[in-house]
T-cell receptor, first 115, second 115 residues
Framework: ETGVTQTPRHLVMGMTNKKSLKCEQHLGHNAMYWYKQSAKKPLELMFV???????ENNSVPSRFSPECPNSSHLFLHLHTLQPEDSALYLC??????????????FGSGTQLSVL | AQSVAQPEDQVNVAEGNPLTVKCTYS??????LFWYVQYPNRGLQFLLK??????LVKGSYGFEAEFNKSQTSFHLKKPSALVSDSALYFC?????????????FGTGTRLTVIP
């Protein structure tokens, strides 16, 4: 176990649904991230939070809405998604952002299918 | 802009043979390079990193990587492959000059070790 827990593991939703992905880290880290993993594409950095403040929004469509109520929890709220949004969504944490040797600790991901 | 390229989608190697997973990078400043591994149904796990110093970096599970500045490469190697090494391997780079200092990943290389 990496200390980063994501729920649910699998999610199937229609394009008109609203759902949320949850991430929790038990490592005492201050930075949390959302990445999107699609087959044969680089991992796409979506959002970065440092000490609960959003420091990066990598041109992500507004149908994805992140929330970071505290340093241990991160949510990704989903609404009116498209089939091309189907992917594995990975949450990660690190002690902080900005360090040259900073390591990321990843959760197991939520496999999302949009019908 | 920073980027990494993993030219091989798939690498097959016989158990006991040496393995190499290739990675080349592009950054504007000094590169900070990483390898992560993803086992089935799991998130990414840190393997090793190059920040400065010796060009040969040793990491977890007997893996090592060689930093070659002239060839802008950071290939992952292991002298003797195990079946349990079968996984998806990601190369990543951090360019400290960009200000965001985030990790940018490649597309991944799937390693299959054949018994």
């Amino acid at each position: 176990e990496t200390g980063v827990t994501q729920t649910p593991r699998h999610l199937v939703m229609g394009m008109t649904n609203k759902k949320s992905l949850k991430c929790e880290q038990h490592l005492g880290h201050n930075a949390m991230y959302w990445y999107k993993q699609s087959a044969k594409k680089p991992l796409e950095l979506m959002f970065v939070y440092n000490f609960k403040e959003q420091t990066e929004n990598n041109s992500v469509p507004s149908r994805f809405s992140p929330e970071c109520p505290n340093s241990s929890h991160l949510f990704l709220h989903l609404h009116t998604l498209q089939p091309e949004d189907s992917a594995l969504y990975l949450c990660a944490s690190s002690q902080r952002t900005g360090g040259s040797d900073e390591k990321l600790f990843f959760g197991s991901g939520t496999q999302l299918s949009v019908l | 802009a920073q980027s990494v390229a993993q030219p091989e989608d798939q690498v097959n190697v016989a158990e006991g043979n040496p393995l190499t997973v290739k990675c080349t990078y592009s950054v504007s400043g000094n590169p900070y390079l990483f390898w992560y591994v993803q086992y089935p149904n799991r998130g990414l796990q840190f393997l090793l990193k190059y920040i400065t110093g010796d060009n040969l970096v040793k990491g977890s599970y007997g893996f090592e990587a060689e930093f070659n500045k002239s060839q802008t490469s950071f290939h992952l190697k292991k002298p003797s492959a195990l079946v349990s090494d079968s996984a998806l391997y990601f190369c990543a780079v951090r360019d400290m000059r960009t200000g965001a200092n985030n990790l940018f990943f490649g597309t991944g290389t799937r390693l299959t070790v054949i018994p």
